[in-house]
Nanobody
Framework: QVQLVESGGGLVQAGGSLRLSCAAS????????MGWFRQAPGKEREFVAAISWSAVTTVYADSVKGRFTISRDNAKDTVYLQMNRLKPEDTAVYYC??????????????????WGQGTRVTVSS
């Protein structure tokens, strides 16, 4: 059974930084692409960033490109999201997710079948 546990959320002022972590267990971490998604109050869950199993490929939503960086440490079974120059519109619950199929790439939300419980990020203006 896959377990994903996020941490690192909190309250930060606009322009500040946070680093989210997601520790995974239950499947061979290095075989699966990972993603970060977020859900703001009253809105649908949306894609933020994804990284391939080997970290060779990364992709970002336009809204976070140049500010956020996704990375992974396969030795620690952990994926990270470094968030810089945060804006109030980044306020949301952030979820990490694991791809359904090993060694498969894609970042549509339907391609991820395992989700963490989420960590809340609040950016004050």
């Amino acid at each position: 059974q896959v377990q994903l546990v996020e941490s690192g959320g909190g309250l930060v002022q606009a322009g500040g930084s946070l680093r989210l972590s997601c520790a995974a267990s239950g499947r061979t971490f290095s075989m699966y692409a990972m993603g970060w998604f977020r859900q703001a109050p009253g809105k649908e869950r949306e894609f933020v960033a994804a990284i391939s199993w080997s970290a060779v490929t990364t992709v970002y939503a336009d809204s976070v490109k140049g500010r956020f960086t996704i990375s992974r440490d396969n030795a620690k079974d952990t994926v990270y999201l470094q968030m810089n120059r945060l804006k109030p519109e980044d306020t949301a619950v952030y979820y990490c997710a694991q791809h359904t199929t090993p060694y498969e790439w894609g970042y549509h939300i339907d391609l991820f079948d395992s989700w963490g419980q989420g960590t809340r990020v609040t950016v004050s203006s």
